[in-house]
């Protein structure tokens, strides 16, 4: 701020004092002894550019002068006594401007001293006399002069207005400089004294903190009420930050000291980091160094560099250099452009596959078609292959399998419970604890960019408020897009066609349809009794004794042993519960080892029994010992299973009635099945009035469990007969197919696990629609050596199969 002096008082300043403040001074009103003739009838005026200040009339303002032409001009002017006219830059940082970086509104000045600096520079103390346009230059060398238009002030109409608008104007000014410790005392005295709204007005705009453009907006308005506004109203703007910056203040001044010591303590460890080497100058030199043979793209050279020098230009002490450095950090681990050479060496390769895996002839064989094509073209992209199947069939470890095959490195991911798309794709490296998604970090951990990933338990992803995991693997999963995969925290695309990606699945049914499409699917059904003997030979068991601490001697199970192991004490797809009773009998001879107790390493089937506990029963001939008992196939995500439907009459008005938890689907098939029966009644040889006058009621057992679905109607349709007329269904045998009400049936799914399930529960004949026979053919013969298959196409054909004669 400044403060006003009379001109008596001017005389006596000390213009060293003036500068050293920075005070620029209001004069009183200009008489006409201060102006000279020469003056008045001055016609061209020298015009001095001005950088970053504009000047108002009736203000002393000091001007320091660096460049030579303003040194001469305003040599010149005070030698002739001439006036000057001071005009602002439009762009303060032009060095030698021309008249159009000039503005053509200025302010004409009176030169009153000029005072020579030991820099060679020179200081003018100026007075503004009044404002003027610029009418046209009259020559730019050695300075510019010009023609000018004297400019009037419009006084305002409204006087009274004016001066509360002046008193508001004061009384903000005054508010100001209380808040704000930069502006001296003397400023408070100036305003205070000053009488003139004019000089006071003048003296504000000139002082104020607003930028040059919007002073030089205000020295432009010719009406003195309009400017007077504009001013209030830039005013306010600079006290509300005031004080929000005193509020701000006043609120962290209570940690000021706390903030100090810290500030101490981390300068000091600053300097300890830079005397043992430590620091930013070492961090950008360690991932310089660690680049230093890394292979990458231009794209890639441009991107690091670009983040390098971002690095370099933060504050060690600040947060963002800690997130700028992890991200480098991570940036820098990525294997980019590094890869492990395949093996080509097929029959090794099916070696390995056969020695870690028992079956499983097609993934088997697709991989080994890969390997046979990728050794041909030397070049292609991986495929994406999704393995489905029930639990502990060995999807997840088949994945190991593969790139021990491969000769590539092993990384699996478990997706199962994922619901946050940030997971796939990372979080923007912005945010607090940012960071990449699960692929880029299996990468990493692989350390090359073509290892086989597994994508455990793709079809166990949910989608959630933070968005859908399955479809942010969209990208990659599809070979033509995940050449560019973008992560958010890498901030730019990395190439995933090189990965293997192998998913598992239990069911087909919850994976999106665009993501099945990606994938090539490949079903690996449950084992059969002898691949379970013959899994429990090679891996189980050998797998039990080193877990538990025993050697080979300390154990025996023969073929007979692992097969009632496997049939009287497990009913599964998988090994899973198979492994666990293997481990229960090792932990049983582990105990009798360490208890130092006598007993046969030969296990025999009584032993087996003792160890596991009662065996389940598995004589179904009892169970379908009755009139109205069906068993009937299903398939569930865990593999196939057998169910049974039990259906009795009781007295009443031929109503049906079902339990057991069963789907709308399943209800509609027992409708179906008891209408097709009373159209047909004469041909089953069932009476009418035992159909009117008896109620049925149909029950699936295990009620607890959810059931659905049309492949148990021919059961229903079989069971509901069975008890009309009074008689058994064959023991042994089960049936799958869905009804329609013309009495045909028609084919299902799942065949292969249901078939397998049949086996394992000790089914010796089976009905299904003569649309599955192709779906038998595909499975392999010595998985149905025990099974006869009827296939039909009618009820009436099931009727005459199923029931005893």
Partial sequence: MSFKLTMEEFEDIDFTDILEDGFSIVAEEIDERNITPTDKNQKIFPILPVRNMVMFPKVVIPITAGRQISKNLLESAQENNELIGIISQRNGDIENPLEKDLYTVGTIAKILKIIKLPEGNITAITRG?????????????????????????????????FEALIDNIKDLAIKMIELDPNIPNAANFAIKNMNENEDLLNFICTNANFTSKLKQVLLEEKSLMLRAKKCYELMHEDFRRLELKNAIHQKTSKDLDQQQKEYFLNQQI????????????????????????????????????????????????????????????????????????????????????????????????????????????????????????????????????????????????????????????????????????????????????????????????????????SSALLEVLDPEQNNSFYDNFLEMGYDLSKVMFIATANSLSSIQTPLLDRMEIIEIAGYTLEEKVEIAKRHLIKKQLEENGLNIKSLKLGNAELKHIVDAHTSESGVRNLEKKLASICRWVALQTAMEKAYNPVITIEKIDEILGVPRPKNLSEITSVPGVVTGLAWTSVGGDILFIESILSEGKGNLTM????????????????????????????????????????????????????????????????????KKIKSHLAMTGEITLRGKVLPVGGIKEKLLAANRAGIVEIILCEANRKDVEEIKKDYLKNLKINYIERMSEVIDLALEK
């Fill in 129 to 161: 006399v009044g404002r003027f346009k610029v009418k046209n230059y009259v020559a730019t060398k050695p300075f510019f002069t010009a023609e000018i238009t004297k400019l009037k002030d419009a006084l305002p109409k409204d006087k009274e207005e």
């Fill in 270 to 469: 600053r300097t300890i980091q830079e005397e043992l080497g430590g620091g930013p100058e070492s961090d950008v030199e360690e991932l310089l160094l660690k680049t230093k043979n890394t292979k990458w793209n231009e794209e890639v050279e441009l991107h690091f560099q670009k983040e390098i020098n971002r690095l370099q230009r933060q504050n060690p002490n600040s947060p963002d250099y800690n997130v700028q450095r992890n991200y480098l950090d991570f940036f820098t681990d990525l294997p980019w452009e590094t890869y492990t050479k395949d093996v080509f060496n097929i029959i090794k390769a099916e070696k390995v596959l056969d020695k870690a895996h028992f079956g499983l002839e097609d993934i088997k064989k697709r991989i080994l078609e890969h390997m046979a094509v990728l050794k041909l073209k030397n070049n292609m992209k991986s495929p994406i292959l999704c393995l489905v199947g029930p639990p502990g069939v060995g999807k997840t470890s088949l994945g190991k399998s593969i790139a021990d095959a491969l000769g590539r490195k092993y990384v699996r991911v478990s997706l199962g419970g994922l619901h946050d798309e940030s997971e796939i794709r990372g979080h923007r490296k912005t945010y607090i604890g940012a960071m990449a998604g699960r692929i880029l970090q299996s990468i990493k951990k692989a350390g090359t960019s073509n290892p086989v990933i597994v994508l455990d338990e793709i079809d166990k992803i949910t989608s959630s408020a933070h968005g859908d995991p």
């Fill in 659 to 726: 339990t057991g938890n069963l789907g709308n689907v399943m209800k509609e098939s027992a409708t179906i099945a008891l209408e097709y029966i009373k159209a047909k009644h004469d041909e089953l040889g069932i009476s009418a009035e035992d159909l009117q006058k008896k109620n049925i009621h149909v029950h699936v057992p295990e009620g607890a469990t959810p059931k659905d679905g049309p492949s148990a109607g021919i059961a229903m349709l079989t069971s509901i007969v069975s008890s009309f007329k009074n």
